[in-house]
């Protein structure tokens, strides 16, 4: 009985330490997973979250797209998360996000690409400083361009 206790116990520890939730950011001290450079843009980063809860923290959404191609089945991935231009900090689903790419938005790793929570957002943004309008199925698409 002993036994049974102490297996379900781990069992139970194993799955409350995998837990798949999004890890905040630490700006100025956390480091981009692809390119390894410090993520201090607020505006730009992202993170994926596997299904075993292990997080990847990234300084600009391209740098999460490109890093996408390590994984041999995009099932592996649960959460696909970047910064919402409006609100710095804030990490948003990116699967519903609209992208926006234009030169007057500058991100970290020169692709000119910002995520907005809304398509209203984006497309407020895409009057005053240009540029296309993508969705995350479209970004995918152009992923071998960033």
Known sequence: MKTLKNVLLLLLLTAWGCS????????GNDSCHFC???????????ELVTNKGKTYKFDASECMINFMNQFEDSLEI???????Y???EILIDATNAT???S???????GAFLTAFKNKVDAEKTQSEKGGI???WEELLVQRKKL
Not at 20 to 27: C, G, L, M
Not at 103 to 109: A, G, I, L, Q
């Open 36 to 46: 390894k450079m410090t993520i201090v843009d607020k505006v730009h980063g992202a």
């Open 99 to 101: 992208f926006l790419i």
């Open 133 to 135: 309008l993508f969705s």
């Open 78 to 84: 649960k959460l696909y998360l970047t910064n919402h």
């Open 103 to 109: 030169e007057k938005v500058p991100s970290p790793m």
């Open 86 to 88: 409006k609100e710095p």
């Open 20 to 27: 798949v939730k999004p890890n905040p950011i630490d700006y």
